[in-house]
C-alpha cells in the first residue's frame, strides 16, 4: 500500500543538470530514511545519496559535491538536484524509502526507477 514514483529522469549532456523527484503515498505512519539509488549496466547497484527524517545526507564519493537530496516530510518526496552531470552518471535512478506502514510495520519501498543518460 506504498507506492514510489518517480520523475525528472532524460537525456542531458555531460556537464548539464536535472533534477529528480520522488512522491511517496499510500498508507504511511511515517518515512525514515529515503535515498537514491542508481543502477549502470553491468554495474551493482548503488547508493547515491540517503537523507534521514531529520533532514541529515550522505552521499557517495562519486557525486559529492555535484549531487544535492532534499526532501519535504509533508508532502512526503525526496528530491536529486544534480549539476556538473557525467558519462558515468548513466543509470537507471530508483527512489527508495524506509516506511512505517498501517497494519504492515516498518518496510522498505522502490520505485519503478527512471533513466537518466548524460551524453558526452
Known amino acids: 500500500q506504498v507506492q514510489l514514483v518517480e520523475s525528472g529522469g532524460g537525456l542531458v549532456q555531460a556537464g548539464g543538470s536535472l533534477r529528480l523527484s520522488c512522491a511517496a503515498s499510500?498508507?504511511?505512519?511515517?518515512?525514515?530514511?529515503m535515498g537514491w539509488y542508481r543502477q549502470a549496466p553491468g554495474k551493482q547497484r548503488e547508493l547515491v545519496a540517503v537523507i534521514t527524517s531529520g533532514g541529515r545526507a550522505n552521499y557517495a564519493d562519486s557525486v559529492k559535491n555535484r549531487f544535492t537530496i532534499s526532501r519535504d516530510n509533508a508532502k512526503n518526496t525526496v528530491s536529486l538536484q544534480m549539476n556538473s552531470l557525467k558519462p558515468d552518471d548513466t543509470a537507471v535512478y530508483y527512489c527508495?524509502?524506509?516506511?512505517?506502514?498501517?497494519?504492515?510495520?516498518?518496510?522498505?519501498?522502490w520505485g519503478q526507477g527512471t533513466q537518466v543518460t548524460v551524453s558526452s
Open positions: 499510500g498508507t504511511i505512519l511515517s518515512i525514515n530514511d
Open positions: 527508495n524509502a524506509d516506511v512505517t506502514v498501517l497494519l504492515r510495520g516498518p518496510a522498505s519501498y
